[in-house]
C-alpha cells in the first residue's frame, strides 16, 4: 500500500468520529509491515477533557492487538478539508515518541497535500525512558 492508499483508509477512519462538540474530524490509519491496518478516529465526550484524539486510538489499537513499533511500517493521519494539514498535538506527539520508532513515516494529509513527517522531526528533544536512566 502507497501513501495514497494509506491516507484514502484514514479517510476511512475520520468518517467514525465521534467529534459532536469540536465538529472536527480526525482519522488515522496505523500500517504495519505484514500489511495489517489499524484504525482511529477522536472521540469525545461531555466532559471535554476525556476526549482521545484520532492518531492516538489508532497506534492504541495496533499496541492493543500485539504490534509494537518494530512492526509499523507508517501511520496516516488525515483531517478534512483543512486549510492546512493536520499535525499531530503535544500528546500524541508524546505518545508517538515512545510507540513509533525515530524514523517511521507520520503521513499527513487534509485530502489535498500530502506531508510526509517523523517523530523526531516534529518533537525533537524529546524526554523519554532514557531520561528515566
Ligand atoms: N484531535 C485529534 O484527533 N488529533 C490531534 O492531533 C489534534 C486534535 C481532535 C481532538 C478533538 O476531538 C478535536 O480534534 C478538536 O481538538
Do not use: H, W
Not at 86 to 103: K, T
Not at 120 to 132: G, H, T, V, Y
Request: aromatic share 10%; net charge negative.
Amino acid at each position: 500500500m502507497d501513501y495514497k492508499e494509506l491516507v484514502k483508509e484514514a479517510f476511512k477512519a475520520l468518517e467514525n468520529a465521534y467529534a459532536p462538540y469540536s465538529n472536527f474530524k480526525v482519522g488515522a490509519c496505523v500500517l504495519c509491515k505484514d500489511g495489517t491496518t489499524f484504525y482511529g478516529a477522536n472521540v469525545e465526550n461531555a466532559s471535554y477533557g476525556a476526549a482521545v484524539c484520532g492518531e492516538r486510538n489508532a497506534i492504541f489499537a495496533a499496541y492493543s492487538n500485539g504490534y509494537r513499533k518494530e512492526d509499523i511500517k507508517a501511520i496516516a493521519i488525515v483531517t478534512n478539508g483543512t486549510k492546512n494539514v493536520g499535525y499531530p498535538c503535544g500528546i500524541c506527539r508524546q505518545v508517538f515518541c515512545e510507540l513509533l520508532e525515530d524514523e517511521t513515516p507520520i503521513v499527513l494529509s487534509n485530502g489535498t497535500d500530502i506531508v510526509i513527517t517523523n517523530i523526531i522531526e516534529i518533537l525533537p528533544n524529546s524526554f523519554s525512558s532514557k531520561d528515566l536512566e
